[in-house]
């Protein structure tokens, strides 16, 4: 047994493995809804003005809008959904709606008209899929105990993070195949560097799949560790025990939403205009732009994965 306290069992070894693995595979899922919003967050406005002429930098706004709207629908959808079944169904639908939303985007040069139109369809099912967030971050605060909380989501944010660095720089690299790329004339498809981030996209999001399908198990322990009973477990226990419930801070919950409002508004705001902008302050070309705004977008992210391993060290103080 990996822990006892005064005679009764809090968790074996094996049940221990089993939820930490779940719960690492549910880091690398917010790693990789991350990724999917910043890696092509910087060519989003040069492969907008090529696809289609007569989109504006106010169209720009929607379509880049169009991942938070759809992820705010999604959210409380996929949350409620994940209340009462596996949550291992939500996790999956969300995710192969996002790999249909990139190849979707991938494709969105090929009608004769109405092309951003499509693009805003596109990044509006991404950001549907992502609505997939609530449903880790309430898996991971119900499947660790009070001591391990703290350090757990603070990982989560880490990997949201550091997705959002690794994604500019994954638009980098691409930046290198040029516009012109290549044409896979079978399947009409154009790989280039607007489309390959979001095919490199779709493919992780097979592959994360193929992860959760084999490794995910419902998980739900107490502050103290013991395994609960929950609506989503699988299969039920006798040393499992239900733990009531206790009062829910109404203030600090809503005065936590505002916070997080606050700080995701100033970056949505930021990674809307960056590209406009220096293409027009430094009369960069779009490949200069989507370079040189993925290596700075990329920093930040840096910074923002330091100050939340500083608030993992302090948490434990």
Not at 145 to 169: D, H, Y
């Amino acid at each position: 047994m990996l822990e006892q306290k005064e005679g009764d069992i809090v968790e074996t070894e094996e049940h221990y493995k089993s939820r930490w693995r779940s719960i690492r595979i549910l880091y690398l899922t917010m790693f990789l809804s991350s990724v999917g919003f910043s890696i092509v967050i910087m060519s989003i406005w040069p492969y907008l003005q090529k696809i289609d002429q007569t989109a504006d930098a106010s169209f720009l706004g929607w379509v880049i809008a169009s991942f938070s709207l759809g992820q705010m629908v999604a959210s409380p959808m996929f949350g409620l959904w994940s209340n009462y079944r596996p949550r291992k169904e939500p996790l999956i639908v969300s995710i192969f709606i996002s790999v249909a939303a990139n190849c979707l985007y991938a494709y969105v040069h090929l009608p004769a008209s109405h092309n951003k139109y499509y693009m805003l369809v596109a990044r509006g099912l991404v950001g549907f899929g992502a609505g997939n967030v609530a449903v880790v971050r309430s898996y991971i605060a119900g499947a660790t105990s009070l001591q391990e909380r703290t350090s757990s989501m603070a990982n989560t944010s880490a990997c949201q993070a550091l997705g959002f660095i690794l994604g500019p720089v994954f638009q980098t690299c691409f930046a290198l195949i040029g516009e012109k790329g290549v044409t896979w004339d079978v399947i009409k498809l154009q790989i280039n560097m607007y489309t390959a981030p979001v095919l490199l996209g779709a493919f992780l999001g097979v592959f994360n799949i193929i992860l959760i399908l084999a490794i995910l198990r419902e998980h739900r322990v107490d502050d103290s560790g013991r395994q609960c009973k929950n609506i989503n477990f699988e299969e039920a226990s006798t040393d499992e025990v239900q733990v009531p419930q206790g009062n829910i801070d109404q203030v600090a919950v809503v005065a936590t939403n505002i916070l997080f409002f606050v700080v995701l508004f100033i970056f949505a705001l930021f990674e809307t205009i960056i590209t406009p902008l220096t293409m027009d302050m430094y009369g960069w070309t779009q490949e200069q732009a989507v370079l040189y705004d993925g290596i700075i977008l990329a920093a930040l992210g840096v910074e923002a994965v330091v100050i939340l391993l500083g608030v993992k060290l302090l948490s434990k103080k």
